[in-house]
């Protein structure tokens, strides 16, 4: 990791005001999470299930670790929360980042034991991996190198940059457009996906050291 991914708060440019809404939905590093973001801003930084408090958040946070079942089952489980939710990325716009299994359940569906609905904001499914190469093992668990596949103004300057990963199943998204960047590990796996608001990468920004942090600032500096 370079230094200079990391460089004062003041050189990324002016903090934002409001609040930042880490989702509690029993599933994700929530802490870890919480405590990269807080590193790289000076907004209030809110791990919260409160559908209300939700609401009032300026930037949304949905990290994941586990199966795709449980998650979205997690995530209607709390009377109130996916509706708003919905209502905070989909008619406020506000800008969203969805972190590993977060990313995933973005999409139309998930196979994992079973098929199983989505939030249907990008178009696409989640597949198992299974590369042909022998050494290389599932769960996809360590450092990979990011390639930037098209121009988005949150990863400015992490084309080539490692990331850390840990998992089994990757998303498929339907349309190229929303591919913004990918790793490799037997062949393309998506490593981030976009559409209008919405970012989500399969890395976990948290565990990538500087150029993780550099990441979560760029999101929580990005109007779009």
């Given at each position: 990791m370079r230094d200079d991914l990391c460089p004062p708060r003041s050189i990324w440019g002016p903090d934002l005001e409001g609040i930042v809404a880490v989702i509690d939905y029993g599933s994700g590093n929530l802490r870890s999470v919480a405590n990269?973001?807080?590193?790289?801003?000076?907004?209030?930084?809110?791990?919260?299930?409160?559908?209300?408090?939700?609401?009032?958040?300026?930037?949304v946070i949905l990290p994941?670790?586990?199966?795709?079942?449980?998650?979205?089952?997690g995530l209607g489980a709390v009377d109130g929360?996916?509706?708003?939710?919905?209502?905070v990325v989909l008619d406020k716009k506000r800008p969203f980042l969805g972190i590993?299994?977060?990313?995933?359940?973005?999409v139309d569906e998930g196979h994992e034991h079973g098929r199983h609905e989505g939030l249907g904001w990008v178009p696409g499914h989640t597949y198992l991996l299974a590369p042909e190469d022998q050494n290389l093992r599932v769960p996809h668990m360590g450092?990979?190198?990011?390639t930037i596949l098209?121009?988005?103004?949150?990863?400015?300057?992490?084309?080539?940059?490692?990331?850390?990963?840990?998992?089994?199943?990757?998303?498929?998204?339907?349309?190229?457009?929303?591919?913004i960047g990918s790793t490799e590990h037997g062949?393309?796996?998506?490593?981030?996906?976009g559409?209008?608001?919405?970012?989500?990468?399969q890395f976990h920004p948290e565990k990538s050291q500087q150029a993780g942090l550099k990441f979560l600032s760029q999101f929580l500096r990005w109007q779009p």
């Open positions: 990269a973001v807080a590193r790289v801003t000076e907004r209030q930084v809110l791990v919260t299930s409160d559908p209300a408090m939700l609401g009032k958040a300026d930037h994941g670790v586990g199966a795709f079942g449980d998650c979205m089952a929360l996916k509706e708003a939710l919905c209502d590993c299994v977060g990313m995933q359940l973005m450092w990979n190198r990011l098209q121009d988005h103004p949150v990863m400015v300057g992490l084309d080539d940059e490692d990331f850390y990963f840990v998992h089994s199943y990757a998303v498929k998204p339907d349309q190229q457009h929303h591919l062949g393309l796996v998506t490593a981030i996906i559409r209008d608001n919405m970012l989500g990468v």
